[in-house]
């Protein structure tokens, strides 16, 4: 499967969804017939003027519908319960507060909505020598309301990012070298920003293998904090994973014990159960 039928798999194209930063490359454009509402931080112009000398293809880009200033999506949109999917592609690992965000989703979805995702494998990326984001600070950023990035999140980003081989996003397969992004002076200048500069920064707040993010749509929905749950998945594929959750609805059956293990697995510190 391409990635576009991976993302699109459980995507009904004639009923109405909606796409959070399709930026340059929409999953759903309008051009091909998706009954679509567009979600960026841009509008078509500023898309525009951001990618002219980035080598993408510019026609690509199309209009946006609504431009997201911070606010939640129900609100943005002026709608609920009305969308029967959403697509976002590398957008989650981005935004400070997870739990905010799939609630906003929930709130856009029918009953039986879906929201399809696209997430970076911490392992093949910039992100590869950061630890797993873990329940703590998902929780502790969702009761803090957080709407920008911390300074130890944009910190821990820039001290850590590497390249390997010269690539910022690899397969299994990448050989080379392990360079650092980011020189310590533009790390210790960051530290000091104000606290408007550090919101307007745009970083990857959090770090998943696959297992370890459905370990936290799990536990979140265990929490009564969303009631989203993971229902179909595609394994890493270069240096991502997909993964389609469900409003309401049963999940399949998911050991917790099981899920941590293969976290475990997936971070090379595993050892099967017996």
Known sequence: MTREQKLL???DKSARGVEIGPSHSPVAPKRKGFRVTTIDTLSKEGLLDKYKNHGVELGNIEEVDFVWRGERYPELLGERNSFEW???????????????????CEELLTDSGVLSLAVPDKRYCFDHF???????RVLDSHHSKLTGHTAGSIVEYMLNAVSLGGQIAWSSSQ??????????PSVLAHLKLEPEARHAMDVHAWCFTPASFRLLVHDLNLLGLTTL?????????GHE??????????APVQSRLGLLQ?????SGSGQSLR
């Open 9 to 11: 798999h459980a995507v």
């Open 130 to 136: 950061r630890p797993i984001s873990g329940l703590a």
């Open 86 to 104: 959403i697509l976002a592609s590398h957008v989650i690992e981005h935004t400070p507060d997870i739990i905010a965000f799939l609630n906003d």
């Open 262 to 266: 293969e976290v475990a697995e997936e």
């Open 175 to 184: 050989v080379g070298e392990f360079k650092f992004l980011c020189e310590i």
């Open 229 to 237: 749950q993971a229902f179909q998945s595609f394994p890493t594929e």
């Open 241 to 250: 994973f997909f993964m389609t959750l469900r409003k309401g609805g049963k």
